[in-house]
């Protein structure tokens, strides 16, 4: 059997040597072979200092740059092989239709409707009772992991951790005396006991700010909440909930980082600017008989950025 | 087909002029039957256009990824257990870190080779959603999605989304200041939606913000679930792509039922190669020269903590862009709250953007009433009114991204933040209206020449006897490297210049 001449590319080929299809894209294959050769040999050059780098623990930016350098030189070297010595072609392939005639069609058809669906038709209730059976599952199958991931929010939205009669203490817990701040100091503070847990760095922290030295009235109803005038407003931005981190002492405004929301620290934290569609709640403050500062209670309303049942469960105004 | 070899001399018989190789591939065939398959695969064709290899770059960087996030897993510890870090960066000695931060410190400081793996690392991701957004651009504006490529064009978004939801999440697993205040907005987000925002929220962190559930989900879902999406919708698009053949741009022998260019092997095989060196090689100069994400400036999260001039990765910049620019209306009645001014822009107009893109090739069906299979590329300017649209889009996308650097415009520019803010509004909405008028004149204006694009030839300007001006071009580029040649099919085997022999990997026969 003549496998042999069977496989000889001759039968199969169509063009002669010398066919310019085969012919390298560049016109001095030489000089291009030259300076691909240049490549590959700095590109060893370079993957062998890599080596070299990482075994003698240089700093970071020589790994990076041999290997890198390296790798581009191959790289470069390669495709300037396929591109300038490889058979510059074009060469072509037929498309042919992926479609397949209407007989094969109708027979793939006909094999799902009338053998597949004949089966179900025939054993309805069968059919119907498998169907309905695991219908049931899919929807019970989501309850785990529905219901394991996350706990229902219940009330935890809508409190914080500050009470009737909490110390605000900065981060390292010390407690704030009406003597520490000066005017147009700012403070971040949390209730005692919390600075130090996640929930009250993220949900409790409360801007203290001293704009007075007489109590001060943000809004018409907080008479008593600026006593020397501290006042207190939540840190999280009511917009997405960044914290307010930066204070325009001059302009009297708080404004938060991330979108440049601006709060009137004056007249009860109103917006003045920005995407930020609430004031930040103010937190009731006392002065204690040790002069020590705290809070009258929660806020009067959920803190932070808004959330579907926000309005219904404290029915406040804002 | 040959018989079965069976015994060595047959055998040796059976693999002909090929040797070894030949041998091997006989068994495998023997098995498989993979002879004829593997020839045609062989003989694929790849156009040659230069816009053909974006996706090519999207792919590559998607195998670094791999490669480097590979490396990183063995050192990240997924945590927010406290630990007081102990390490080489002075500046932080001492400090209550968690264990993500402290470990993303250590390949940063400790491991040899870890902070080129994480710069690369984070690098080959904003060049990976850069080179699909691109990728996609191109597929756009030449009309690829179309007939019968609807299906592929799904995939490929669903690989944007994923890229960018992937990258998000790589993004906030350091656990830094930065990216910590970037989970703290997604979690705000989620809770935006209406109905069912706050449960959202609480079923994908685990509770209340921060809690302790957010980094090790978002690892496994960084490092397993998406990956694993990734990796497979790539795989389906790449079969697509081969089932299908590639599509080309008409002229010079092209038609609807070729393809032209250079074959899979050895001529697309070695520059697809060098190309995926490049983009390695290029990653890693930028992970050594370029710095990204220096954690150790930001510090550890603190959810009280925060720093100025905050802006997300490139690919979020359109979204938080959005967010700063949208007026603060809240919608609040019959006892409910709808975050509108979160809401609309995080959620419902990146949904509008992403389902007018993946009904697109469906909308454009209906209305140009054009159900035929096409494999022939438009040219940008004879659909003026589809580049027009997607010229728009890119306006607006583009100006979106600018909005989310308002603070650090009007630093630099020396302007009120206000003004900033309502020259962002403003542009946002005009200069997509004026680009789609001026983008479509345009494309109707280059209708006109064909030869736009293309390399010029020079005029002679000669003088008759009569003293007549006469120009004569000059034939085009006979000898030019670009000049095409006639299409021919894909010879058997190809034989490089005599007098270097071996030299292209192409094996000559003797015969």
Redesign the interface.
């Known amino acids: 059997m003549s496998d042999v001449e069977h496989r000889t590319p001759v039968a199969l080929s169509g063009l002669s040597e010398d066919d310019p299809h085969l012919q390298p894209a560049s016109k001095n294959p030489q000089t291009v072979e030259r300076v691909i050769a240049l490549t590959f040999v700095l590109g060893t050059l370079f993957v062998a200092a890599f080596g070299a780098c990482y075994w003698i623990n240089a700093k970071p930016w020589t790994l990076g740059a041999t290997l890198g350098g390296g790798l581009f030189l191959f790289g470069v070297g390669l495709v300037a092989w396929g591109k300038y010595l490889m058979p510059r072609g074009p060469f072509v392939e037929e498309r042919h239709v992926l479609a397949n005639s209407d007989a094969d069609r109708e027979a793939f058809a006909a094999a799902i409707v009338e053998r597949g669906g004949g089966v179900v038709k025939r054993r309805k209730l069968l059919a119907g009772l498998l169907g309905g059976g695991l219908g049931i599952f899919g929807v019970v199958a989501l309850f785990p992991a529905l219901r394991s991931l996350g706990p229902l929010p219940k009330g935890t939205l809508f409190h914080t951790d500050w009470k009737k009669g909490s110390y605000a203490v900065d981060q390292t817990g010390r407690r704030i005396n009406v003597g520490d701040l000066s005017i147009g100091s700012i403070v971040t503070v949390f209730p005692e006991g919390a600075q130090d847990t996640d929930r009250g760095q993220a949900v409790d922290q409360t801007v203290l700010i001293r704009i007075s030295n007489q109590n001060y009235t943000t809004q018409k109803g907080r008479e008593t909440w600026g006593p020397m005038g501290y006042v207190a407003y939540s840190k999280l931005c009511t917009h997405l909930g960044c914290p307010v981190g930066l204070y325009e002492q001059q302009l009297q405004l708080l404004v938060c980082p991330c979108h440049q929301s601006m709060f009137d620290v004056t007249n009860g934290a109103i917006p003045q600017f920005g995407p930020a569609p609430r004031p930040l709640p103010q937190l009731p403050l006392y002065i204690d008989s040790s002069g020590f500062i705290r809070s009258q209670a929660d806020y009067d309303q959920p803190v932070g950025p808004g959330f579907w049942e926000r309005h219904r469960v404290t029915g406040s105004k804002v | 087909m040959?018989?079965v070899a069976t015994n060595k001399r047959a055998q040796r018989?059976?693999a002909?002029?090929?040797g070894k190789i030949?041998q091997t591939l006989n068994e495998l065939d023997d098995r498989l039957g993979v002879a004829k398959g593997g020839r045609t695969f062989m003989?694929?064709?790849f156009p040659?256009h230069w816009s053909f290899m974006l996706g090519e770059i999207a792919l590559y960087s998607f195998v670094i990824l791999l490669v480097t996030g590979i490396f990183l897993t063995f050192y990240f510890v997924p945590s927010v257990a406290t630990v007081i870090y102990h390490g080489p960066y002075k500046p932080m000695d001492g400090q209550r870190v968690t264990e993500a931060w402290n470990s993303t410190m250590n390949i940063s400081f400790t491991v040899?080779?870890g902070?080129?793996m994480r710069?690369?690392h984070h690098w080959a991701c904003d060049i990976f959603v850069g080179a699909i957004v691109v990728h996609m651009a191109r597929v756009f504006f030449t009309g690829a999605f179309r007939k019968?490529r609807e299906l592929n064009w799904t995939i490929g978004l669903t690989l944007l989304i994923l890229a960018i939801g992937n990258g998000f999440l790589g993004y906030s697993l350091p656990d830094d200041l930065v990216s910590g205040?970037g989970i703290?907005?997604a979690?705000?987000?989620m809770?935006?939606?209406?109905?069912?925002?706050?449960?959202l929220?609480?079923?994908?962190?685990?509770?209340?913000?921060?809690?302790?559930?957010t980094i090790p989900r978002f690892f496994i879902l960084h490092v397993l679930l998406l990956p694993l999406l990734i990796l497979g919708l790539v795989s389906a698009h790449l079969f697509l792509l081969v089932?299908?053949?590639h599509t080309q741009f008409p002229g010079?022998?092209r038609t609807?039922?070729?393809?032209?260019?250079?074959?899979m092997y050895?001529?697309?095989?070695?520059?697809t190669?060098?190309?995926?060196?490049?983009?390695?090689?290029?990653?890693?100069?930028?992970?050594?020269?370029a710095q990204i994400n220096p954690i150790w400036q930001f510090g550890p999260y603190?959810?009280?903590?925060?720093?100025?001039?905050?802006q997300p990765d490139w690919y979020m910049g359109f979204l938080?862009g959005a967010?700063?620019?949208?007026?603060?209306?809240?919608f609040?009645a019959f006892?409910?709250?709808?975050?509108l001014?979160?809401f609309i822009p995080a959620v419902i107009l990146p949904g509008i953007l992403f389902n007018v893109a993946y009904l697109w090739p469906l909308l454009e069906r209906k209305f140009t009433k054009d159900n035929e299979i096409h494999?022939l590329l438009d040219r940008p300017s004879d659909r003026p009114k589809r580049t027009a649209a997607g010229v728009a889009v890119l306006v607006l996308l583009s100006m979106l991204h600018i909005a989310s650097s308002?603070?650090v415009i009007a630093n630099f520019f020396h302007v009120s933040?206000?003004s900033t803010?309502w020259a962002m509004r403003i542009l946002v909405i005009v200069l997509p209206i004026i680009a789609y008028p001026v983008a479509f004149k345009i494309c109707k204006e280059m209708q006109g020449y064909r030869g736009v694009g293309k390399r010029k030839t020079h005029n002679i300007v000669s003088r008759t006897a009569e003293g007549e001006y006469v120009a004569t071009p000059t034939p085009s580029y006979g000898?030019d490297?670009g000049h095409?040649?006639e299409?021919?099919?894909?010879?058997?085997?190809?034989?490089?210049?005599?007098e270097?022999p071996f030299?292209?990997g192409v094996r000559t026969?003797d015969?």
């Open positions: 040959s018989d018989q059976a002909g002029p090929y030949g003989d694929k064709i040659d040899r080779g902070l080129l710069q690369m019968p205040t703290r907005i979690y705000s987000i809770e935006s939606i209406p109905f069912v925002g706050s449960y929220a609480f079923w994908v962190f685990g509770g209340n913000f921060p809690g302790t559930a089932r299908q053949k010079n022998g609807e039922k070729n393809v032209v260019g250079s074959p050895p001529v697309f095989i070695a520059k190669t060098g190309f995926l060196f490049i983009v390695g090689g290029i990653t890693a100069l930028l992970g050594a020269f603190d959810a009280a903590r925060i720093s100025y001039a905050v938080d967010l700063r620019i949208w007026p603060s209306w809240s609040m006892g409910h709250t709808i975050p001014e979160v494999h308002t603070d933040l206000e803010l000898e490297v095409e040649l299409a021919t099919p894909v010879p058997t085997y190809i034989e490089v210049e005599p270097v030299e292209s026969v015969r």
